[in-house]
């Protein structure tokens, strides 16, 4: 429905003009008021910056630069301690996670779930790009739903728990899928910022 909206709108309505602005304000200023979250920016982002700057993100050596070196630590300690096989769990993961590395790498098994997984699914698809990390539908404040009873030894979210509807939920819901001597990881880390 918002989709054949949107079509109906940009086919329609030049991009700069008056009219389109000031729908834009118009939705954004609902989307604030009602406590919603705002996808279609989101979405809007994510389709202009990610053709963009393709090429340095599919390159290994950018992975790495950009993979969590917290991250790093818990796992060489978990590793230490003899623990195998993680398996981690990432929140908000966007088109392209900021863990690929440690994919890559075999460090762990990762579930990465986005509430816009579809349209960033569609997104790589159209352009043929290809990821370690593909994020399937689900919201953080409905994570048992999604991740079906499975445990993880880590929980990661970089820059997406200011996203959500509900904080509160999404970290109380990330306690109940934690091993008992796992780590979550969360923070506000901008993937714009990368060298
Ligand atoms: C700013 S992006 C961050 C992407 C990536 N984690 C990074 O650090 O670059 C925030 C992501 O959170 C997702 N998101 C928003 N609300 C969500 C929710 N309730 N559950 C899961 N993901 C959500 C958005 O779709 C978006 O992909």
Same mark, same amino acid.
Request: glycine share 6%.
């Given at each position: 429905?918002? $989709?054949?909206?949107? *079509?109906?709108?940009?086919?329609?309505?030049?991009?700069? =003009?008056?009219?389109? +602005?000031?729908?834009? #304000?118009?939705?954004?200023?609902? #989307?604030?008021?009602?406590?919603?979250? &705002? /996808? *279609?920016?989101? %979405?809007?982002?994510?389709?202009?910056?990610?053709?963009?700057?393709?090429?340095?993100?599919?390159?290994?050596?950018?992975?790495? #630069? !950009?993979?969590?070196?917290? %991250?790093?630590?818990?796992?060489?300690? %978990?590793?230490? $301690?003899?623990?195998?096989?993680?398996?981690?769990?990432? !929140?908000?993961?966007?088109?392209?996670?900021?863990?690929?590395?440690? +994919?890559?790498?075999?460090?762990?098994?990762?579930?990465?779930?986005?509430? %816009? *997984?579809?349209? /960033?699914?569609?997104?790589?698809? $159209?352009?043929? /790009?290809?990821?370690? !990390?593909?994020?399937? @539908?689900? /919201?953080?404040?409905?994570?048992?739903?999604?991740?079906? @009873?499975?445990?993880? &030894?880590?929980?990661?979210?970089?820059? *997406?728990?200011?996203? +959500?509807? =509900?904080?509160?939920?999404?970290?109380?819901?990330?306690?109940?899928?934690?091993?008992?001597?796992?780590? !979550?990881?969360?923070?506000?880390?901008?993937?714009?910022? +990368?060298?």
């Amino acid at each position: 429905m918002i $989709n054949n909206v949107k *079509a109906v709108l940009k086919r329609y309505i030049k991009e700069d =003009s008056f009219l389109r +602005v000031s729908l834009k #304000i118009v939705y954004k200023f609902f #989307i604030k008021c009602l406590n919603l979250p &705002d /996808y *279609a920016s989101e %979405l809007g982002f994510w389709r202009s910056w990610l053709p963009k700057n393709w090429e340095r993100l599919s390159c290994q050596e950018l992975q790495k #630069i !950009i993979f969590p070196k917290p %991250l790093l630590i818990f796992i060489n300690k %978990l590793q230490n $301690n003899g623990c195998g096989n993680l398996e981690l769990l990432e !929140i908000g993961s966007g088109p392209v996670s900021l863990l690929a590395w440690g +994919v890559n790498k075999n460090l762990f098994h990762v579930v990465a779930i986005d509430a %816009l *997984a579809d349209s /960033y699914e569609k997104i790589m698809k $159209n352009y043929k /790009y290809s990821y370690p !990390i593909k994020p399937i @539908k689900g /919201y953080g404040e409905r994570l048992p739903n999604v991740v079906n @009873k499975k445990v993880f &030894d880590i929980i990661y979210s970089s820059n *997406a728990l200011d996203h +959500v509807v =509900s904080p509160e939920k999404c970290l109380n819901n990330m306690f109940k899928v934690l091993k008992k001597r796992g780590g !979550i990881f969360t923070w506000k880390d901008i993937l714009m910022k +990368v060298p």
